[in-house]
């Protein structure tokens, strides 16, 4: 009887941690995925982003965050030459646009903050330079980092976005 106790207990702890680990991607600030993630990105610091960039963990934290957005942004940061970190920022930057996304995207990065476990992509191009980051689940916002070189980059764009000058000489230009 003692053992049979035992064992229901032992299924019930079981199923629990597989309820969480099930739902640990969904959490902004999990320990235990943010310690794995971090492992994974440290290793990879200085290499090709190939391997990180077909990560599953990755891929399932990406898709729903860049929504339509996915493919273009990732056949963007498939030219990244490698994954950088600065602090707690890891991230990877595209260096080109391939012909096929030009039309949609110009540029994309994709960010880690070990500190917080939070993903986040910024969009150069089409309609308005974005940074799109996971949010907390309990309904907080949490302001994505960038390190510095994305950070130039975001704001140049988004001055370049914001003069009507430049706008009408695009406009220009187009027509």
Same mark, same amino acid.
């Given at each position: ?42 290793? @990879?610091? +200085?290499?090709? $982003?190939?391997?990180?960039? /077909? ?6 934290? #990406?898709? =729903? &965050? !860049? ?56 969009? @150069?191009? +089409?309609?308005? $330079?974005?940074?799109?980051? /996971? ?6 916002? #949490?302001? =994505? &980092? !960038? ?29």
């Amino acid at each position: 009887m003692l053992n049979h106790k035992r064992a229901l207990q032992f299924i019930a702890v079981l199923t629990m941690l597989f309820t969480l680990t099930a739902c640990a991607s969904l959490l902004i600030g999990n320990r235990i995925q943010g310690a794995i993630l971090n492992a994974v990105f440290t290793q @990879l610091v +200085g290499k090709s $982003p190939d391997q990180l960039l /077909e990560d599953s963990r990755i891929q399932d934290r #990406l898709r =729903p &965050l !860049l929504g339509d957005n996915y493919d273009p942004a990732m056949k963007l940061l498939k030219t990244a030459r490698e994954v950088q970190r600065e602090g707690a920022l890891f991230y990877v930057a595209s260096r080109y646009a391939p012909d096929e996304v030009k039309g949609v995207l110009n540029t994309a990065a994709m960010v880690y903050n070990a500190d917080t476990n939070q993903m986040a992509v910024m969009l @150069l191009g +089409g309609d308005k $330079p974005e940074i799109i980051g /996971e949010q907390p689940t309990d309904g907080g916002f #949490l302001e =994505p &980092l !960038l390190p510095t070189e994305l950070k130039t980059a975001y704001d140049q764009a988004l001055a370049i976005k914001n003069n009507p000058l430049i706008d009408s000489a695009t406009q220009l230009l187009q027509e």
